[in-house]
Protein backbone atom coordinates (compact mmCIF):
# COMPACT_ATOMS: atom_id res chain seq x y z
CA UNK A 1 0.00 0.00 0.00
CA UNK A 2 2.78 2.47 0.78
CA UNK A 3 4.92 1.54 -1.90
CA UNK A 4 1.91 2.55 -4.23
CA UNK A 5 0.98 5.74 -2.46
CA UNK A 6 5.13 6.68 -2.45
CA UNK A 7 4.86 5.85 -6.46
CA UNK A 8 1.85 8.49 -7.02
CA UNK A 9 3.26 11.12 -4.64
CA UNK A 10 6.05 11.22 -6.86
CA UNK A 11 4.53 11.30 -9.97
CA UNK A 12 1.96 14.56 -8.45
CA UNK A 13 5.23 16.07 -7.48
CA UNK A 14 6.47 16.00 -10.98
CA UNK A 15 3.54 17.49 -12.15
CA UNK A 16 3.03 20.23 -9.82
CA UNK A 17 -0.29 19.03 -8.51
CA UNK A 18 1.21 17.33 -4.67
CA UNK A 19 -0.95 18.54 -1.94
CA UNK A 20 -0.14 18.29 1.46
CA UNK A 21 -3.15 18.03 4.02
CA UNK A 22 -2.39 19.11 7.60
CA UNK A 23 -4.36 17.75 10.26
CA UNK A 24 -3.91 17.86 13.87
CA UNK A 25 -3.59 14.30 15.46
CA UNK A 26 -1.96 12.29 17.74
CA UNK A 27 2.10 11.48 16.74
CA UNK A 28 1.62 8.36 19.40
CA UNK A 29 -1.24 6.79 17.43
CA UNK A 30 0.61 7.44 13.86
CA UNK A 31 3.53 5.66 14.80
CA UNK A 32 1.46 2.81 16.69
CA UNK A 33 -0.41 2.35 13.14
CA UNK A 34 2.84 1.95 11.46
CA UNK A 35 4.28 -0.51 14.06
CA UNK A 36 1.45 -2.42 13.80
CA UNK A 37 1.54 -2.59 10.22
CA UNK A 38 5.17 -4.13 10.73
CA UNK A 39 4.05 -6.22 13.33
CA UNK A 40 3.67 -9.65 11.89
CA UNK A 41 6.81 -9.01 9.61
CA UNK A 42 8.72 -7.72 12.76
CA UNK A 43 7.87 -11.18 15.15
CA UNK A 44 8.53 -13.87 11.87
CA UNK A 45 11.89 -12.38 12.54
CA UNK A 46 11.59 -12.42 16.76
CA UNK A 47 12.56 -8.37 16.58
CA UNK A 48 12.15 -6.28 19.87
CA UNK A 49 10.34 -2.95 18.60
CA UNK A 50 10.19 -0.49 21.63
CA UNK A 51 8.85 3.47 21.36
CA UNK A 52 9.52 5.63 23.71
CA UNK A 53 8.00 9.47 24.12
CA UNK A 54 10.53 11.90 25.51
CA UNK A 55 10.17 15.32 26.96
CA UNK A 56 6.28 15.45 26.03
CA UNK A 57 3.96 17.00 29.07
CA UNK A 58 1.25 14.78 28.83
CA UNK A 59 2.99 11.85 28.37
CA UNK A 60 4.52 12.39 32.13
CA UNK A 61 0.96 13.12 33.57
CA UNK A 62 0.02 9.74 31.86
CA UNK A 63 -2.77 11.14 29.03
CA UNK A 64 -0.40 10.23 26.22
CA UNK A 65 -2.22 12.14 24.00
CA UNK A 66 -0.16 14.82 22.50
CA UNK A 67 -0.78 16.39 19.19
CA UNK A 68 1.01 17.09 16.34
CA UNK A 69 -0.20 19.54 13.18
CA UNK A 70 1.33 18.33 9.99
CA UNK A 71 0.48 15.93 6.95
CA UNK A 72 -0.25 12.35 8.56
CA UNK A 73 -0.14 10.51 5.53
CA UNK A 74 3.13 11.39 4.45
CA UNK A 75 4.86 11.47 8.16
CA UNK A 76 3.31 7.74 8.25
CA UNK A 77 5.19 6.99 5.11
CA UNK A 78 8.26 8.37 6.07
CA UNK A 79 8.05 6.02 9.19
CA UNK A 80 6.91 3.21 7.44
CA UNK A 81 10.04 4.01 4.96
CA UNK A 82 12.27 4.17 7.49
CA UNK A 83 10.65 1.27 9.95
CA UNK A 84 10.37 -1.39 6.76
CA UNK A 85 13.79 -0.73 6.18
CA UNK A 86 15.12 -1.81 9.78
CA UNK A 87 13.15 -4.86 10.30
CA UNK A 88 14.35 -5.91 6.45
CA UNK A 89 17.73 -5.50 7.74
CA UNK A 90 18.07 -5.67 11.27
CA UNK A 91 18.82 -10.04 11.87
CA UNK A 92 16.71 -12.30 14.05
CA UNK A 93 16.39 -11.78 17.44
CA UNK A 94 17.48 -8.04 16.60
CA UNK A 95 16.49 -4.73 18.23
CA UNK A 96 14.64 -1.85 16.70
CA UNK A 97 14.15 1.59 19.00
CA UNK A 98 11.82 4.53 17.77
CA UNK A 99 11.95 7.19 20.10
CA UNK A 100 10.09 10.53 19.68
CA UNK A 101 11.66 13.13 21.68
CA UNK A 102 10.20 16.53 22.49
CA UNK A 103 13.18 18.37 21.30
CA UNK A 104 11.71 22.50 21.36
CA UNK A 105 8.77 22.51 23.83
CA UNK A 106 6.05 24.76 22.50
CA UNK A 107 5.99 28.38 23.40
CA UNK A 108 2.86 29.57 24.20
CA UNK A 109 1.24 30.98 20.88
CA UNK A 110 3.89 29.74 18.87
CA UNK A 111 5.44 26.07 17.36
CA UNK A 112 7.63 23.18 19.12
CA UNK A 113 9.79 20.42 17.59
CA UNK A 114 9.86 16.98 17.66
CA UNK A 115 12.92 14.78 17.44
CA UNK A 116 12.32 11.36 15.85
CA UNK A 117 15.09 9.13 15.92
CA UNK A 118 15.13 5.04 14.64
CA UNK A 119 18.21 2.95 15.92
CA UNK A 120 18.15 -0.51 15.08
CA UNK A 121 20.96 -3.58 16.21
CA UNK A 122 21.70 -4.29 11.99
CA UNK A 123 25.12 -3.68 10.47
CA UNK A 124 24.08 -0.13 9.38
CA UNK A 125 25.39 0.99 6.35
CA UNK A 126 29.13 1.42 4.99
CA UNK A 127 30.93 4.50 4.99
CA UNK A 128 30.78 4.20 1.34
CA UNK A 129 27.28 3.43 0.63
CA UNK A 130 26.57 6.78 3.21
CA UNK A 131 28.13 8.88 0.56
CA UNK A 132 25.53 7.91 -1.57
CA UNK A 133 22.61 8.95 0.19
CA UNK A 134 20.71 11.81 -0.55
Known amino acids: MFVVKDIL ?3 QIKNGKFRKQITKFSIKDAVSEVTSIL ?3 SKAQ ?3 VTTTFEDFPEVMNGIQNFKI ?5 RLQQVF ?3 LTNSVKFTPKNGKIHINCKL ?3 RITGGFGEIEVSVQDSGLGISK ?3 KKLF
Open 9 to 11: DLQ
Open 39 to 41: EMK
Open 46 to 48: CLT
Open 69 to 73: CTDRG
Open 80 to 82: MNL
Open 103 to 105: SRP
Open 128 to 130: EDQ
